[in-house]
């Protein structure tokens, strides 16, 4: 039997007990203090931290003590363990993942190549995988190929928290409320990269979003989209991933964000991810 772990910025938290994940929590640092993602802090506590101070708390890679007592139980619990990991270019999880998994026969990495809802399909498709009583290598050489079929975007209503993190410039940040910008982010070769602007409430920017992902994508693999946003009205992603499902899509997992993405992202962004 094949065992599937995660880290925490796929953002699976209560759908990983669910499914049988096991996930490793990324560490969020607020002023001194460490805390781990889905454990002991929450996107309400991130953005409460926020409105109070105006300073975006940092994030750090899941760290090798953590990987080395999972990966170390769970390898003689299960034939093979199989870590899932945030792309390499967007976080030195996977490094960590990597160097620990090293040190046991029969634990393996993939590179998702993305983050968020990209990252967390990939891992949902592990589990689909493991549960068909594929071997890991299989499984393996199977997310491998899966890695380069998913697409994955993301709509933000604000810059801001990106710019405080000092993700993006703040002369961006500023043209982008001057002009009520509300841009798309793509997961393209392991990075988001901004590919498209909106305007208007964000609302009705959801709207348009979701409507070009479905009319731009005909050919989409609809047996799984996952749906992820931060906080917002339930209106918005109620619509949303109705929307999706009017499109044909078979099983919309539909997941909120935890601390790591509110801190990153900000409130009002939503993102899907399917495999085309």
């Known amino acids: 039997m094949v065992k599937i772990t995660c880290d925490s910025a796929a953002s699976l938290y209560r759908y990983a007990e669910r499914i049988g994940v096991t996930v ?7 002023e001194d203090r460490e805390f781990n ?4 802090i929450t996107a309400a506590d991130i953005h409460r931290y926020i409105e109070r101070t105006k300073i975006v708390p940092k994030t750090a890679a899941i760290i090798t003590e953590d990987c080395d007592r999972v990966f170390g139980e769970l390898s003689g619990q299960f034939d093979a363990v199989i870590h899932v990991s945030i792309g390499e270019k967007l976080s030195a999880s996977l490094t960590v993942a990597r160097a620990s998994a090293a040190k046991f026969k029969n634990v393996f990495v993939v590179d998702s190549k993305n983050v968020y809802a990209g990252y967390a399909l990939l891992v949902i498709k592990a589990v689909e995988l493991a549960n068909a009583g594929k ?5 393996v050489r199977e997310l491998e190929r899966m890695a380069d079929r998913i697409h994955y975007t993301s709509v933000f209503e604000t810059l801001e928290y990106l710019c405080k993190g000092g993700r993006v410039p703040k002369i961006t940040l500023l043209g982008a409320n001057l002009l009520g910008i509300k841009p798309e982010l793509q997961a393209i070769d392991g990075e988001m990269i901004p590919v498209k602007k909106f305007r208007g409430k964000q609302d009705v920017v959801i709207k348009k979003y979701i409507t070009e992902q479905i009319i731009n994508h005909p050919r989409a693999d609809k047996s799984l989209c996952v749906m992820l946003y931060t906080r917002m009205p339930k209106q918005w992603h109620a619509m949303a991933k109705q929307m999706l499902k009017d499109a044909g899509f078979q099983n919309v997992v539909e997941l909120e964000a935890g601390a790591h993405m509110a801190l990153h992202c900000g409130y009002g962004a939503l993102g899907v991810a399917f495999l085309v």
């Open 24 to 30: 490793l929590p990324v560490k969020v640092i607020v």
């Open 37 to 40: 993602d889905g454990v002991n």
């Open 135 to 139: 071997s890991a290598p299989d499984i």
